[in-house]
């Protein structure tokens, strides 16, 4: 459902949105940037020209494989936690 009411935003405002929708669009969200930008009639020009991004993770974290993500990095961390506690123990520090 879309609103028309009239939203009254700051210059500072605007531009932190604008940032906002700008990393967010750059990292994979776009559904998301693009609902902020809708939100605060954001356009490019709101974007400091200051500000860069460059982020290109190797991951796809959309939401559909989002799941499966999580599922890998908890697999890895607890990897990461076996291979810690064999290298205690074969240390000799494990109780």
Do not use: W
């Not at 994979?28 to 930008?37: L, P, R, T």
């Amino acid at each position: 459902m879309k609103s028309k009411a009239l939203l009254i935003i700051l210059t500072e405002q605007r531009q932190a949105l604008a940032v906002a929708a700008y990393f967010l669009a750059d990292m994979g969200f776009s559904k998301e940037a693009s609902q902020i930008k809708r939100i605060g009639n954001i356009t490019l020009e709101d974007i400091p020209g200051f500000i860069k991004v460059d982020f290109s993770p190797p991951v796809d974290y959309s939401e559909d494989k989002l799941e499966r993500i999580v599922r890998e990095l908890q697999d890895r961390f607890l990897q990461h936690c076996t291979s810690f506690l064999q290298a205690i123990d074969s240390k000799g520090l494990k109780n």
